[in-house]
């Protein structure tokens, strides 16, 4: 059976390669920061010479060929139909909804009395974890 050495053999090509890299780009990207550039001569304009204006002939509106008028013929007249008449709807009776039973009566209850919260009382110092600090020098 074979044996996968996948992960194994990634790891150490990994380390290698980041260690290659060790700091090549920082130090040619400072190198181009540093460099100066050959500053290149101005080129004289060049002026183009104006091209000729296109100078289209009018056009002509097309001419549409006349159509001889048709006539239609006459629609023969047909006598009104009668209305049918359609037979009444029957009614619907709908059933009575059955009469509730009346709820019972219930008796009010009193209302709950809640406690009422104790309260602290403003002179009490307060606990802390650091010392004291007197107001008086020594």
């Not at 060929?65 to 007249?77: A, I, R, Y």
């Not at 008796?107 to 307060?126: G, N, Q, R, S, V």
């Amino acid at each position: 059976m074979t044996r996968h050495h996948g992960p194994s053999t990634l790891f150490p090509l990994l380390l290698v390669t980041l260690f290659l890299m060790n700091g090549k780009e920082v130090l040619a990207s400072r190198h181009l920061l540093e460099t100066t550039l050959p500053t290149l001569p101005e080129l004289p304009k060049v002026e183009l010479p104006p091209l000729p204006k296109a100078e289209l002939p009018p056009l002509q509106e097309p001419k549409l060929p006349t159509l001889p008028k048709t006539e239609l013929p006459k629609v023969p007249d047909f006598p009104a139909l009668e209305k049918p008449e359609l037979p009444p709807l029957p009614k619907l009776e709908t059933p009575k909804l059955p009469e509730l039973p009346p709820l019972p009566h219930l008796p009010e209850l009193p209302k709950p009395t809640l406690p009422t919260m104790p309260t602290l009382a403003k002179d009490i110092p307060f606990p802390s974890l650091s010392p004291s600090r007197s107001t008086t020098s020594p």
